[in-house]
């Protein structure tokens, strides 16, 4: 049976703009595993952004020029060496999880003569087996910004813990959101807090109540991923 990529992006939007009550949320379709074609609906379907994870899948992608008329974003792990390739090429990367890659992606952005705009991922429930920047780590981090000029910060990313029951992710999620609005009234030179990326397909709609102003799904629009057949490892 064919996925409806068409109708998932119509019932997704019903269910943003209930939660949201009239507030602007950026729908990022998370395109990884899905071929051109698939990307193409997407955006035709008005998705406002794709997001990426892995860079070899995006560069095959950008060949077939998938992404026409809708920004790329990067929103998987990013290692070191593969910063340039990611530099310039999106207009929003969302996982930037150590002081040592804002440093890669700065000076790749110097040398292109860009700004690069990023977000923060913040390990927000502390779990061990993930990255990203622990709170308390946060103003340390956001003092030194102004150090990198080809750089903005334009916000926040998190994926709190594969919650068991619905729900239970509520608290992580309002836990970004003092954090964005702490942030937010304080000035950083380099740093804005325009984007609170946070909510994927099963629980967007926590996010949004929660402030969420982008989010980042895939298999509700796309369907469920074939992780049996797909090339490479998936990567989230
Ligand atoms: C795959 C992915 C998503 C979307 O996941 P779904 O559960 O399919 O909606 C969101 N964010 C990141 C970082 C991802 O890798």
Redesign the pocket.
Known sequence: MSINIEDNVARIRERMDRAAGGRPVTLVA?T?MNDAQAVRRAIAAGVDAC?E?RVQEMMEKLGQDAYAGAPLHF??SLQKNKVKFVVGNCDLIH?VNSVELLEAIARKAAALDIVQDVLLEVNIAAEASKTGFLPEYLPQLLESAGNFSSVRVRGLMA?PPIAEKPGENRRYFAQMRELFIDIGAKKYDNVTMDFLSMG???DFEDAIAEGSNMI?????IFGP?NYGTAPGTP??
């Open positions: 998370a990884k997001g994870n929103i998987g996982s994926i994927m397909s099963e980042r799904v895939g298999s509700a991923r990567g989230i």
